[in-house]
């Protein structure tokens, strides 16, 4: 178990730029998660696949971003003409499929926006 | 909407101190409720998790968390803090129906040597 890898750890960019982020889940789990943590809160979900097929979209997700999961083992998030909202941590989870599995976090990409 | 509220934003206490951190939750359909853990520059961690069965829970590293559905709380405890137990704390739920996680806004401990 090598754990959920997200790279790259911290992003600075432009606003206006377009970023992308990478998640690899832990090997065997075939759900994976996005969410959003700004300073003092808990994370806020933003989407979820399970294996390639995207399940759920939270109201977060405007129409600048979008996720991917091709081929149901890595996934990205891509952010289109970043605003200085966009600033946060994003963090990446996965699990296994079933109710009683819980998901295993990894380190986040944080996102900083000059 | 499901929601989850945290009382407390930041806790201080001395090592040996008692400590009891609030939790509730909002839906009212069955629910898994879960307690994270993020140390200092590392990543969350799963403290404890509750899906059905006794309201006790019991966790990694002496937490343990009551689950009382007529309060809609889930509250974390640990008779005996420790320096290293400084962190943030966040509670969790997740309805049976959906994958994602609602989190609270998160509790950070201090724990004074």
């Known amino acids: 178990d090598t754990g959920v890898s997200q790279d790259p750890r911290h992003k600075i960019t432009k606003r206006g730029q377009n970023v992308t982020f990478r998640c690899d889940p832990i090997?065997?789990?075939?759900?994976l998660y996005w969410y959003r943590q700004t300073l003092g809160q808990g994370p806020e979900f933003l989407t979820y696949?399970?294996?390639?097929?995207?399940?759920?979209k939270s109201r977060l997700l405007s129409d600048r971003f979008s996720a991917e999961r091709p081929k149901g083992s890595f996934s990205t998030l891509e952010i289109q003409r970043t605003e200085q909202g966009d600033s946060a941590m994003y963090l990446c989870?996965?699990?296994?499929?079933?109710?009683?599995?819980?998901?295993?976090f990894g380190d986040g990409t944080r996102l900083s926006i000059l | 909407a499901q929601s989850v509220s945290q009382h407390n934003h930041h806790v201080i206490l001395s090592e040996a101190a008692s400590l009891e951190l609030g939790c509730n939750y909002s839906?009212?359909?069955?629910?898994?409720l879960f307690w994270y853990v993020q140390y200092p520059g590392q990543h969350l961690q799963l403290l404890l998790k509750?899906?059905?069965?006794?309201?006790l829970v019991k966790g990694i590293k002496g937490f343990e968390a009551e689950f009382i559905k007529s309060k809609f709380s889930f509250n974390l405890r640990k008779p005996s803090v420790q320096w290293s137990d400084t962190a943030e704390y966040f509670c969790?739920?997740?309805?049976?129906?959906?994958?994602?996680?609602?989190f609270g806004q998160g509790t950070t401990l201090q724990v004074k040597p």
């Open positions: 989870a996965s699990s296994l499929e079933g109710g009683n599995q819980p998901q295993h």
């Open positions: 090997s065997e789990h075939n759900r």
């Open positions: 696949f399970q294996n390639e097929a995207q399940l759920e």
């Open positions: 839906y009212g359909g069955t629910v898994n």
């Open positions: 509750y899906f059905s069965g006794d309201p």
């Open positions: 969790a739920s997740r309805s049976s129906n959906t994958g994602k996680l609602i």
